[in-house]
Nanobody
């Protein structure tokens, strides 16, 4: 059974940093493209960042480019999202997702699997 478990969320102040982790199990992790998505109440899921299987290529939403960094450790079956210079508008439920295709999916539900999410709240 595939599981993606996000952790690291919390309440921080604007300008702070936070690192999210997503531990994967039940799949051959190094064969999956990984992504981070976020959702606020009443809005659609938003693509945040994606990383290819080897980690050699990364992709970001314009809203987080230069502030967020996605990385992965295939030996630990874990993908990370380092978030810096956080803003109140980054407040959301953050999900990680995994997809077996060769494309970085820009929609959460196009991925093969996704987790339950971890809440990030940024106060002003």
């Amino acid at each position: 059974q595939v599981q993606l478990v996000e952790s690291g969320g919390g309440l921080v102040q604007a300008g702070d940093s936070l690192r999210l982790s997503c531990a994967a199990s039940g799949l051959t992790f190094n064969k999956y493209i990984m992504g981070w998505f976020r959702q606020t109440p009443g809005k659609e899921h938003e693509f945040v960042a994606g990383i290819t299987t080897s980690g050699s290529n990364t992709y970001y939403a314009d809203s987080v480019k230069g502030r967020f960094t996605i990385s992965r450790d295939n030996a630990k079956n874990t993908v990370y999202l380092q978030m810096s210079s956080l803003k109140p508008e980054d407040t959301a439920l953050y999900y990680c997702a995994a997809d077996r295709s060769s494309l970085v999916r820009r929609s959460l539900t196009e991925n093969d699997y996704w987790g339950q999410g971890t809440q990030v709240t940024v106060s002003s």
